[in-house]
């Protein structure tokens, strides 16, 4: 039954079993009790519970992984803004103290344990804890509420200008988006400007401000189909000044941060970095970079927007017009950041349509709300972790998939149920490059080589797939690791580790392997085909300069007789049946193929007596097969005295085989000067065109 | 035997257990349990073993749990040849030893003793 008054699980990490005793008698009155014995073993708990655990008694001193390292992987997974850790243990030194509370440990229990303190100490942090939690979730709730209601604000009073100037509504959209766009990537060039996170959020905000200067110029102007003349050019351009002097103005708030800024963009939007824009001709640096970012973003979008004086331009041509300075002169690193992140722009305008704009607000309230550290974590958000996690678990634990998770800091693999058992390791591997289990599996330098890799990508293209042979379950298998580095997204990037699956290839590499052979072989015989041994034959005179060889070619004598005696199935039984023989009759290193239709191929290596060699082989050709007389003519070329060209030693073998057919048939002719005349006509009738010379 | 008996026996301290654990018959659960507990065991085999860092683990949990049990005469020692592997001291170690074996077998025996009534 349901026992209500065990809401809340507490996880007990002691490598004493009798402290744990101790402990677990104490509270398994009121709480749920998890054991765990060790560090991993409590990570393990951690992950297959999550916040389903109120609270964490954890020991320090305790084999595999101690207290401190299970407090920083907590803070790895954002476990410990969630649940509270209290400390135990003999340690009353105040370093292991004050470092436990640095970790982000909740309280500190010492031994010898006292059932009044640990009761009293654990209920008072899971009550603290569930207040803290509350009063964040309507915190965040009142944040969202006024972070809504600001929002909306800003998007009315822009709409009203730009409606007055018959613009798009996604004008004030784009540019907030676009100047978000460029202010990070400039982060990422250089930290002259002082941008964090925060700063650039409220910049793109107040970048819809912009043009609210326009309020005072009269329709008539603003919306002219045709070129301004000079005098309202000059009308028009007071717009900046004027929007400017409009937030200045302001009876109150003027002095909020984000006014500040919508000044500031209001003002100087138009100014340009070579000091000719208006109104106050200010140049380079003197233009706060606010408002230069918005004033790219406004050319940007002004020229693929369709305006009552000008058609939409193409985005290409929009940046290369702005890159030629056909807009005036802009910021050189600013206009670098355009062009880095040309690729994105015109995605990223899409996704913030209209009615997407709303979703991107919040979560942009989101994103804000994260980085204010003691909202590090709403409700909110957690429950969406919360799920995420569950999701994941249930997938991973459905797929029948080796998927694994690395970090960086602590260095730590982990990988799924299901993947652990049949790699028949742990779920937790602490130190990868130094874990005997682990290696036992992957060697060292490719796990290494893998590492660099993942390291070597970027954020845009994070996935590498990496084939490696891995030892699964004392057999090697040709597996194929798929994984994605991780990029953090603070305000550097940084390397944070990878997830990824491992997915046995054994049998598609078994299968190219088969193709591959299937391709070198001659289907009548199985041995191999002209073209494949044509190859071979010249690696192997490469690649071993220092062996001699015989290059042989033989055909069989009266097998025209045969096949028109017959007939061509008994044909090709001889056939079969001599090259039965043929393998037999060599060794593992010498090949043996069919390049014509009784025609064959042999490359053996040598040491002294090669006549021999050839002697036996010629004999074992010779004799009967089901009633026919078998009987061949061999042409034999070596390399000691014809050289180690391919197309020479092929030519000398076919003019001997052509001596051979002269002499009578049934016999053999090593190539000599002499005895084989080079006006001779070739003796083989290709069955394969690619191998003819 | 009573329990309070074999406190004094072993010199661990009644008083403080009893205002820590609160009941009787928890105490003589967990004082049985020591009986089973491993951890003086895992340090002699490490300590054989030549592994100190282990043997400090082990002896480390012994105190832990002798302090739980306010057996503070079995905790002094333990807590001595904790610090003294901490330290990697071995030869200091070697000669605290003889002294925590003793210590630790009359416990024990002791505690056999009133378990057999």
């Known amino acids: 039954m349901y ?17 744990r ?7 398994s009155e009121q709480y749920e009790i998890l054991e765990a014995d060790n560090g991993i073993a409590a990570v393990q708990l951690l ?187 000059e009308i028009m351009k007071t717009h900046s000044a004027v929007g400017a002097d409009m937030l200045e103005n302001l009876p109150l708030h003027k002095d909020e941060p984000l006014v500040k800024v919508a000044y500031e963009i209001c003002r100087w939007h138009h100014e340009r970095y070579d000091g000719r824009g208006y109104p106050d001709g200010l140049k380079g640096e003197e ?3 606010s408002a230069q970012a918005v004033s790219l973003a406004d050319a940007y979008d002004a020229l693929i927007s369709e305006r009552v ?33 040309a690729d994105h722009i015109q995605e990223k305008l899409s996704i913030n349509s209209l009615n997407r704009g709303s979703e991107k607000e919040i979560h942009n309230i989101v994103e804000r709300l994260l980085s204010h550290k003691e909202l590090a974590s709403s409700n909110r958000t957690l429950s969406m972790l919360e799920e995420e996690r569950i999701k994941f678990q249930f997938f991973a634990s459905m797929a029948s998939e080796i998927q694994f998770e690395y970090s960086v800091v602590p260095s730590m693999i982990t990988i799924s149920d299901w993947g652990a058992e049949k790699l028949g390791i742990s779920r ?146 001889v056939l079969k049946y001599l090259a039965e023989r043929l393998k037999s009759n060599i060794r593992t290193d010498d090949l043996a193929a069919r390049i014509g239709g009784d025609e064959f191929l042999l490359f053996v290596r040598y040491d002294r007596n090669i006549e021999q060699a050839v002697s036996r082989i010629f004999s074992a050709m010779t004799g009967e097969y089901d009633g026919f007389k078998l009987s061949v003519s061999m042409g034999i070329a070596k390399t000691t005295t014809e050289g180690r060209k391919y197309s020479d030693l092929y030519h000398c073998a076919d003019l001997a085989l052509f001596a051979a057919k002269r002499k009578g048939q049934g016999c053999y002719v090593f190539y000599d000067k002499k005895n084989c005349t080079s006006n001779a006509p070739t003796t083989i009738s290709p069955i394969d065109p690619s191998f003819e010379e | 035997m009573m329990l309070e008996e074999l406190y004094q026996e072993i010199a661990g301290n009644y008083q403080d257990i009893r205002e820590r654990l609160r009941k009787e018959e928890r105490i003589e659960k967990f004082v049985l349990l020591f009986l ?34 306010s057996f503070d005469k079995l905790y002094k020692a333990a807590s001595e040849m904790t610090e003294c592997l901490r330290a990697g001291d071995a030869e200091g170690a070697a000669k605290i030893l003889p002294k925590l074996e003793k210590c630790y077998e009359e416990h024990i025996q002791a505690i056999r003793k009133y378990q057999e009534g």
């Open chain 1, 428 to 573: 937790f591997i602490v130190n990868p490059s130094e874990n005997q289990e682990l290696l036992s599996i992957i060697s060292r330098e490719k796990m290494i080589e893998l590492d660099q890799i993942l390291r070597c990508t970027t954020p845009d293209s994070p996935i590498v797939e990496y084939e490696v042979e891995l030892n699964v379950e004392g057999a090697t298998r040709f597996s194929r690791i798929i994984s994605r580095a991780l990029w953090s997204h603070g305000d550097k990037t940084e390397y944070s580790g990878a997830i990824g699956k491992i997915v046995d290839i054994q049998e598609e590499q078994k299968e190219l392997k088969r193709l591959k052979e299937l391709a070198s072989m001659d289907p009548l015989t199985n041995l191999l085909n002209g073209a494949y041994a044509k190859k071979e034959i010249i690696h192997m005179l490469y690649t071993y300069p220092e062996n001699e060889y015989a290059l042989i070619i033989f055909d069989l004598d009266y097998f025209k007789t045969v096949n028109n005696e017959r007939g061509h199935v008994f044909g090709d039984r």
């Open chain 1, 3 to 19: 026992d209500k008054r065990k809401i809340n699980k507490i996880l007990i990490v002691d490598d004493s079993e009798m402290n």
């Open chain 1, 309 to 341: 004086y000008k058609k939409a331009f193409s985005h290409e041509k929009a940046l290369s017009m702005i890159l030629n300075g056909e807009c005036g002169s802009f910021h050189p690193l600013l206009l670098e950041c355009l062009s880095d992140i």
């Open chain 1, 21 to 27: 005793a101790i402990l677990a008698d104490m509270l």
């Open chain 2, 36 to 69: 089973k507990d491993t951890s003086y065991q895992d340090m002699l085999q490490a300590w054989e073993q030549g592994n100190l860092e282990t043997a400090f683990r082990a002896v480390h949990t012994l105190k832990g749990v002798c302090m739980n049990l």
């Open chain 1, 47 to 233: 992950h297959s519970y999550g916040t389903e655990i109120s609270l964490v008694l954890l020991d320090i001193v305790m084999p595999e992984m101690d207290g401190f390292e299970v407090l920083a992987m907590m803070s790895r997974y954002h476990w410990i803004e969630e649940i509270p850790v209290i400390m135990i243990s003999a340690e009353n030194s105040h370093s292991v103290v004050e470092r436990a509370y640095e970790l982000g440990a909740t309280d500190y229990i010492s031994r010898p344990f006292d059932e009044v303190i640990v009761c009293r100490r654990v209920i008072n942090t899971i009550m603290l804890y569930s207040k803290q939690k509350k009063l964040i979730s309507m915190v965040a709730d009142q944040m969202y509420e006024s972070e809504k209601s600001n929002t909306l604000m800003v998007s009315i009073l822009s709409h009203i200008v730009e409606f007055r100037n018959g613009e798009s509504g996604l004008h004030v959209l784009h540019i907030g988006t676009m100047t978000e766009l460029l202010l990070k990537r400039l982060r990422e060039k250089t930290d002259a400007y002082d941008l964090d996170t925060a700063k650039i959020s409220m910049i793109s905000k107040a970048a819809a401000f912009h043009d609210i200067g326009k309020i005072s110029i009269s329709e008539n102007i603003l919306n002219k189909p045709g070129r301004l003349t000079e005098e309202e050019f």
């Open chain 1, 287 to 289: 233009i706060p970079i």
